[in-house]
């Protein structure tokens, strides 16, 4: 989608901040992005230079949200299940 909208706005790049996460391999996205976009896609990887740290830092002093997972179901629905043995163990 970020591909599909980056053509129609006529940026010149688009990329993903999936690369952000020390849990991603940054190679993989990078191959999957330059299948979609070619030389369009900008392969940049976050986590570099404590870019995880710093996210994380930068959210707490800006009061930003974000989710406690990757985004997938599969993280979704294990995550839920850390907060219910965390409560339960908590009763």
Avoid at 14 to 36: A, E, M, Q
Avoid at 61 to 69: A, E, G, P
Wanted: glycine share 6%.
């Amino acid at each position: 989608e970020t591909f599909f909208l980056s053509k129609k706005l006529k940026f010149d790049y688009f990329t993903t901040t999936l690369t952000i996460s020390p849990y991603k391999k940054s190679g993989v996205i990078f191959d999957i992005g330059k299948d979609i976009g070619g030389d369009n896609f900008l392969a940049v990887d976050f986590k570099k230079k404590d870019g995880f740290k710093r996210t994380n830092e930068l959210a707490r002093k800006y009061n930003v949200c974000h989710q406690n997972y990757c985004g997938c179901v599969y993280s979704l629905i294990e995550r839920k299940q850390k907060i219910q043995k965390k409560l339960a163990n908590n009763s």
